[in-house]
């Protein structure tokens, strides 16, 4: 829901004056945003990116322009002769003024984009849990936190979704395929029953688990041996996050959130490929 709040912040701020809709049409060779990346202009503000540097500049120049009565004809860019950018690609964007009566279609855009995030699922709200739920707010993807003590979940960081439940493993087979699932939880024999309920499906982009390469190890002879199936096994990430030093728990959610976004983005490229 972040991006829809920026949003409405950005459409209360224009008020009744129209903005800007800048769009990448074409992306040819290195560039710093794909097709489809938008950002919004109004004469004061901004919102989202289009890839920053030179060809954002002279993209919220034109806008501007755009609003001022100027023409809204798409501008083809080559970034490196140019505008000297260095990654040397092609960018095509357009501009669309939108009038105040057509800010209900942005809102709608961004909902939907805002419903295409993926969801990543964190059983345990202790220490390291909220602190990788407050890294992954700021990422696109929408947050749940499970939890069977009340006065843990409720230190949740604001904008993750709760649920308090007695079995947290139930709750695994109706997760959304291609969601992430990271296993944090204070209780071995649970985090046991959450990770076995997980490896038995095909479509999640990543299975982790807090731990050890010796607790990795545990699970694995204990799974084997109540009937798992060990050719699954290799789908479980344990330890999750890099082996460094530091082992606070923003530092442990630092390195682990960008894993997750790596399983997530390496997830949505497969399936495009299979769809293609």
Not at 82 to 89: K, Y
Request: hydrophobic fraction near 45%; charged fraction near 20%; include cysteine.
């Amino acid at each position: 829901m972040a991006r829809l709040d920026a949003y409405r912040d950005f459409a209360a701020h224009s008020g009744a004056s129209a903005f800007v809709l800048i769009r990448v049409i074409e992306a040819k060779g290195s560039t710093p945003r794909d097709n489809d990346a938008w950002m919004l202009v109004s004469k004061t503000a901004g919102l989202g990116t289009i890839g920053g540097g030179r060809l954002e500049l002279e993209a919220i120049d034109r806008a501007r322009a755009v609003l001022a009565g100027g023409s809204a004809e798409p501008m083809a860019l080559p970034l490196g002769p140019a505008i000297g950018q260095c990654c040397g690609g092609h960018v095509t964007l357009s501009f669309e003024v939108i009038p105040p009566a057509r800010f209900g279609e942005i809102e709608a855009m961004v909902k939907a984009e805002d419903a295409s995030d993926p969801d990543v699922w964190l059983f345990g709200g202790g220490h390291v849990g909220r602190a990788l739920a407050s890294a992954l707010l700021l990422l696109p993807v929408r947050v749940h936190v499970v939890e069977t003590r009340q006065d843990e979940l409720g230190l949740t960081p604001e904008g993750a979704e709760q649920h308090l439940t007695a079995l947290p493993e139930s709750l695994v087979s109706s997760i959304a395929p291609g969601s992430a699932v990271i296993v944090l939880t204070h209780d071995h024999a649970l985090d046991f029953l959450i990770v076995s309920a997980a490896l038995a499906r095909d479509d999640l982009a990543q299975v982790g688990m807090i731990g050890s390469d010796t607790k990795r190890a545990t699970f694995g002879h204990q799974y084997v041996r109540e009937g798992g199936d060990k050719s699954r096994l290799p789908k479980l990430i344990c330890p999750i996050g890099r082996k460094i030093a530091d082992k606070r728990p923003e530092v442990i959610a630092a390195t682990v959130a960008a894993d997750i976004i790596a399983a997530l983005a390496e997830w949505q490229a497969g399936k495009l490929q299979a769809l293609s």
